[in-house]
Each structure stands twice: as structure tokens, then as C-alpha cells.
């Protein structure tokens, strides 16, 4: 099913965190994050199994995600984070819900990366909260899920703090890092989050 989305763009604003679309103009802040992290994010990244496939330029990358977004199948968000020495949030990393599925299955799966030199401090919770409050709020869907490398102790934690259900693993699930990867699947349903995400899993920290 193919529908317009009237709610994007969308801007979630959490306080000191903030999502946003990717923009063009963001090329080099975003670029310069990106490749202070490529070996924080690399064991975790996913991959063309096809060795001769192409990535896409930023502006194509951009252009596909809003695409995608204005389709209705996807929200591809910037995390911003607000500084007191900077005029404009700074790009901290990415929440991207990707594969909207609408009509009888209404669901959704959420991806993210952080800034390695933010990690550990609440950020990739915020985010991924701010992402899940809005999908089951404004979308109304019924499922998220994530789907996490089993070796990725701070993702499994993300997914622990905010009540995602531990759904067991999928084999060879994803190409990443250059290879077929296992990954653990965690998942919500309407009614089972905790109240409203963001503030439930602070409280419950």
C-alpha cells in the first residue's frame, strides 16, 4: 500500500534532542561525523552482499531517504544534539524507521547509530524513544521492532531500557560489516510501551 505522508517533513523535539530530516546542506557535518566513526560503526554497519555494488552519493542518499519519507515508507531522522556554544544543534547520528508496512500488519523496524563520543549518556535511548512515541502517536502502528547483532552490548542496551521484547534470533538475518549476520530481534506492540516512552524509561532508570 503507497500513501502520501502529510506528517512529514517531521521535526521531533525532545529537549536537549532533537530529530529532523537530512538535508543537503548537511554533506560536510554529517561527513565529518561519519569518518570519525568508521571504526566505532563498521562492525555494525550494513553491506551490499553484491561486491560491485555502488553506495550512493549524500545527495542521492538524501534524495531516496525524504523520498521514501513522502511515501509514507520510511522516517529517516537526523539526531541532533543542543548546545550552549552552537547556534544550530549539532548531528550526532541517525534514527531511521524503515520497511512502513500499512493495512493489516501496521509495522515498522528501527535502526540508529550515535556518535561514539556521546555514547553512554542517554542519546540513542532519547532517539529512538522520540522515533517509537511518534510511530505508534501520529502513525499509528501496532509493531516496532529492532534488530540488533548479538555482539552489540550498547544496542542491547538501548532495547532493554526502553522495554522492547526479546523475540529470540534470526540467522544470517543481515549483510553487514561484509558478511551474512545473525541479530537478535527485539520488539513493542501498541499498549505495551511503557507511558510514553521517552519519560517512562528516564523514571524507570
Avoid at 523535539?13 to 566513526?37: F, Y
Avoid at 553512554?120 to 509493531?143: E, I, Q
Avoid at 547483532?149 to 521484547?165: I, T
Wanted: aromatic share 8%; glycine share 10%; hydrophobic share 40%.
Amino acid at each position: 500500500m503507497s500513501r502520501a505522508a502529510p506528517w512529514w517533513p517531521a521535526v521531533l523535539d525532545g529537549g536537549d534532542v532533537l530529530l529532523r530530516p537530512l538535508r543537503r546542506s548537511d554533506q560536510a557535518e554529517w561527513t565529518a561525523v561519519r569518518r570519525r566513526n568508521h571504526d566505532w560503526l563498521k562492525p555494525w554497519e550494513a553491506t551490499l552482499p553484491n561486491p560491485d555494488g555502488r553506495l550512493p552519493s549524500f545527495s542521492q542518499m538524501v534524495r531516496s531517504l525524504n523520498g521514501q519519507a513522502r511515501l509514507a515508507q520510511a522516517l529517516p531522522w537526523v539526531v541532533c544534539v543542543r548546545e550552549p556554544t552552537r547556534r544550530e544543534p549539532a548531528i550526532a547520528g541517525q534514527v531511521t524507521v524503515s520497511g512502513i508496512t500499512w493495512g493489516s500488519a501496521l509495522g515498522a523496524s528501527i535502526g540508529y547509530w550515535v556518535d561514539g563520543a556521546r555514547a553512554g549518556n542517554g542519546l540513542a535511548p532519547d532517539a529512538v524513544a522520540l522515533a517509537a512515541d511518534f510511530c505508534f502517536g501520529t502513525l499509528g502502528l501496532h509493531r516496532l521492532e529492532i534488530n540488533i547483532r548479538p555482539e552489540n552490548a550498547p544496542s542491547l542496551r538501548v532495547a532493554e531500557k526502553l522495554g522492547f521484547r526479546d523475540e529470540g534470533v534470526r540467522e544470517r538475518f543481515l549483510h553487514i560489516d561484509g558478511a551474512w549476520a545473525d541479530h537478535r530481534t527485539f520488539a513493542l506492540t501498541a499498549g505495551e510501551e511503557p507511558a510514553r516512552h521517552l519519560r517512562g524509561w528516564r523514571e524507570n532508570a
